[in-house]
DNA sequence: GTGAAAGCGCTAACAC
DNA sequence: GTGTTAGCGCTTTCAC
């Protein structure tokens, strides 16, 4: 029944709608009392719906990411929803499950809905985000990046530097047969924390030959099979860097169904921190980077655009890592260091 | 620029808003080429805000949680959102960290902006959910339910059957000496994972004095705090059941920081599967429920119930719960049996 | 099958 | 400081 509309209250004050109108906008007006009693009494809510028609925005955001079950986007949406509620906007979510194409329909989707977005664009090469811009969608993005995106406020972390500390301090640690894990190949993390290990690694002298490479689309199931394969090879690696935190709990289990002993026959490196990592045995040595903080930059960039005009020139924010070294790693036993001889 | 409106299109066309409505509407139209043309020549997007004015209706229900950083939550929200989706509905996501105050806040704020929500509500005195109803917010309870709350729909887990099995499992294993870490008591979950523990229990024979009880709110570091509580007791328990998995983890990190062994020293036992449960050492034995399901059905429920009458009577499902037996369970050791011997 | 016109609930000129 | 009115973009009578 809450049908009270801002004409029941102006009848029932005596008033003109303006005036009501006026009222509720704070402005001063003779029969405030009157009206606020009315308000009351009818239980008076504007509708949220006509007032965004007239004023062509809707206090709302959308945040679009791949997947709420991952820890990392859900401190990402935490983060991102406490900043939103504070200036009074709403929060729409959206998960694309990393499928370009219902990204591109949720994008579509969301104009008019939303006055503006923040996304984790699932491939670098996605035109859907640019067609989203220029039909009046403010975009801020998150984490990663689309091809040529300078046009666009972007949030987004040191992955280089991120998997660098990796190589480094499993290079110090005496390894030289690596393994990694990858995810999507065509989306920024992706191709960053992967060229990183690898560049840092052959700088050091690191043969290619004896860096093994899998893919694991950032999924726990990929994780899985991709040391499974890895661990099935002739020569397998002593030291194993893994790009993310889902397939590195597939990465975990698998070792864990295959036996092998962590560090003692295998290094592990996580990029992103787990709520259990330092309770694993042995605990895990991760990248970790802010996470609730990343979603809550992202929202305060989207809003600040939104208030100034849009020509603002765009702003990058890279976040930094850190590498948190647990147990998971380890000098190679002698064993392993010589696998060949 | 997205600004193209039904008039525009319609002057393109040589017809009137009203044949263009139409043939939107997918109604037969003898000029259909025609404007079929110009709606994607202007890509024209039919206003989402002004079609909700007109209909009343918003195609999007809010998801009011306590905080999607929880596992449990985030699945919950995962499998709405699917859900929703396939009907074309979208997601609005609220927190309420356990905060009734902004749970009302926020459910006040939902009416008119959303057809319906569902709710999982900080505690069972709650008077904002009531209040929402009556101003006619269909709404949904999630794992949780406010008192007489048999106006409502509501997904609902057997907390009651799931605590009778963790007890059952320890009592079988021969524990005397108990404790439980509570969360919310205020909350559904909270009371009748509690109650049927100790009903269980004290129905076997076991003395209240041998269950000692912690309140841990749900929250991870309550959980961290209640076992350090326990623990320091003089005549400590041999058998610990934490009633949800934020408090479980907090719970694993003091065990870890007192240097307790589990089982030998502690059998334990979780409410709700963790992503890494099974790679703990030893891995965690725990109560599991459906997650994503909970959320797809509530989401189901919800729609349904915007679709059909409102004066279906309400439907309460209640899902099944399944202890998982793991390591970290086993046989009280004799010098733990009788503690006071 | 089509068009004119009213109206969803609100805000903002514009006159008074 | 207040009321009248137009109009945001759409759907839906109601005549034709």
């Known amino acids: 029944m809450s049908e009270a509309t801002i004409g029941d209250v102006a009848r029932r004050a005596g008033v003109s709608v303006t005036t009501v109108s006026r009222f509720l906008a704070g402005q001063p007006v003779r029969a405030a009392d009157t009206i606020r009693t009315a308000v009351q009494d009818l239980a008076y809510r504007p509708s949220p719906v006509a007032r ?26 935490k983060g991102a929803e406490a900043v939103a509620r ?38 670098e090469s996605d035109e859907a985000p640019l067609r989203a811009h220029q039909a009046g969608l403010p975009l801020v993005f998150l984490d990663r990046e689309i091809g040529g995106s300078a046009l666009f406020d972007a949030v987004l972390v040191d992955n280089a530097g991120g998997s660098r500390s990796a190589a480094e301090h499993l290079l110090d640690l ?5 393994a990694i894990v990858n995810g999507t190949m065509h989306s ?24 093994d490479e899998e ?26 860097f893994v790009t993310n935190n889902l397939m590195t709990v597939g990465a975990l289990r698998a070792l864990h169904d ?28 991760v990248v970790d980077r802010p996470m609730e903080e990343q979603g809550a930059i992202a929202m ?42």
């Open 52 to 77: 965004s028609l007239r004023s062509g925005r809707t206090r709302s955001i959308a945040l679009v990411v791949p997947d709420v079950t991952n820890p990392y986007f859900a401190a990402v949406v």
């Open 86 to 123: 504070q200036d009074e906007y709403h929060l729409f979510l959206s998960n694309t499950d990393e499928d370009v194409d219902r990204e591109a329909a949720v994008l579509a989707d969301l104009i008019g809905r939303v006055d503006g977005a923040i996304l984790a664009p699932t491939v």
């Open 174 to 178: 005496g390894h030289r047969r690596f």
């Open 188 to 211: 920024t993390p992706g191709r960053q924390r992967r060229e990183a290990f690898l560049e840092t690694l052959t700088a050091r002298g690191i043969d290619p030959a004896e860096i």
């Open 215 to 240: 893919v694991g689309d950032f999924r726990e199931q990929g994780g899985y099979q991709a040391v499974m394969r890895l661990l099935a090879r002739e020569h397998p690696p002593t030291a194993l």
């Open 258 to 285: 295959l036996g092998v002993r962590v560090p003692e026959q295998l290094s592990i490196v996580g990029f992103d921190d787990l709520d259990l990592a330092a309770l694993l045995m042995p605990p895990l040595t």
């Open 300 to 341: 305060r960039l989207l809003l600040r655009r939104l208030r100034e005009s849009d020509d603002v020139t765009p702003r990058r924010i890279v976040l930094e890592t850190k590498l948190l070294v647990r147990g998971s790693t380890a000098r190679p036993t002698a064993g392993n260091r010589t696998p060949l001889s």
